[in-house]
């Protein structure tokens, strides 16, 4: 497959959910997880690895398995990433991946069927279900309870906002599965790298070492309903009030702590009743906390909470959360996909990541190996988001030849 096709093919993956008409100067795609748009793009991909001779199934919860089978029974190399979004997304968040996934098995496939590459283990492709946590929660949702982390019938119970469960939206798109999928004893993602540490190092390739801890929460701050005209402040209980000030609680434990070693936000609120001239009674948030080191991330959670007991005039609750711990990557994974790099003639350096990918899930069970290309000014969760076509290109260069290296052994 030439260059110009994968751009060409990426340019065409964008158009599902693609949030401004052809042509616009900006456009990003809002393609969350089992939407219309989400089930179209994923059929557009699974149709053309089918046509290449991928056997197409999505498992018990919604991934998308393309598989091709030389070896029967035997595992599988498993390349992927995922094809939703966040509401208002860049295009490259998951889909470059996915799309490269794609690319790269068909490559490889062709160099099996003309006797090239004799392979050691079977292929599949994969569109992990719900990575970005945006309608569900949690993030990595498919990845985690592919690998047994999330039990099956509590994922499939998770609802969204508006009471639809996992379970009813999977079945919407026609994509619930009942098998448990390839069973993978490699894993291998591409991703953009969504920060600066590559285009400041003028590198194209990032090989991921290792992730930060994370914790993820929902906090809700109970109030009392009140107009906003008649009620006396003496007399207010102002659930939004309590929530700024767990928010400003966040970005100040973050902007204190030593550089580098934590980030915290609150990325979405629900305000009941959400209504001009009522003082709030009900805040609900979600903030995530992350660090190189569960320590920083646990200590960071115990300094919240103090500050949630702080509060006056209303009361704050968080649900227990578990901090994901940082986890170091597969030695040999490392040094594989840098030589692959040096291979196809790429700069690479060894990073960390602070984003969350499908492939930390799937780090916790299959030797995994993550790799990087730059984003432009670091911007990501952005309709803005882009990364150089070269550097794409170079991605999925060094993908086929990491691959191609699990393959043969
Ligand atoms: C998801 O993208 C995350 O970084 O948690
Ligand atoms: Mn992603
Ligand atoms: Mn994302
Ligand atoms: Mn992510």
Known sequence: MTPDAFLADLD?????GATAPAGAAVRGVDRQAATPEHAAARRWVADGLAGNGFGVEPDRIGN???????????????LGSHLDSQPAAGRLDGAYGVLAAAHAATRLAAEVAAGELTPVRNLAVVDWFNEEGARFTPSLLGSSTYTGALALTDALAIEDLAGVSVADALRGIG????????????YLELHIEQGRELENAGVEIGVVTRNWAVAKFTVVVHGDQAHTGATALA????ALVGAARLVLTLRELAAEAPPGQLLASVGRLRVFPNSPVVVPARVEFEADIRGPETEQVSRALREF???MADLTEVTAERA??????????????????????AEVGARSL???????????????????????????DGISHNVAEDTDPDHLLAGVEVLTATARRLLRG
């Open 350 to 376: 060894r990073l960390a990541t602070r984003a969350g990918h499908d492939a930390i899930a799937l780090s916790a069970r299959v030797p995994t190996v993550l790799i990087f290309v730059p984003s432009r």
């Open 320 to 341: 227990r959360v578990k901090v994901r711990p940082p986890r170091e990557l597969w030695p040999d994974g490392v040094a594989l996909a840098e030589k692959a790099a």
């Open 12 to 16: 065409q993956l964008s158009e599902f």
């Open 175 to 186: 994509c619930l599965g009942s098998g448990g999928g390839p069973v993978a004893d490699r």
């Open 235 to 238: 007399d207010r209980h102002d």
């Open 305 to 307: 909470d103090t500050a």
């Open 64 to 78: 998308l398995f393309a598989s091709i089978e030389w070896l029967p029974g035997a595992p599988a190399l498993v």
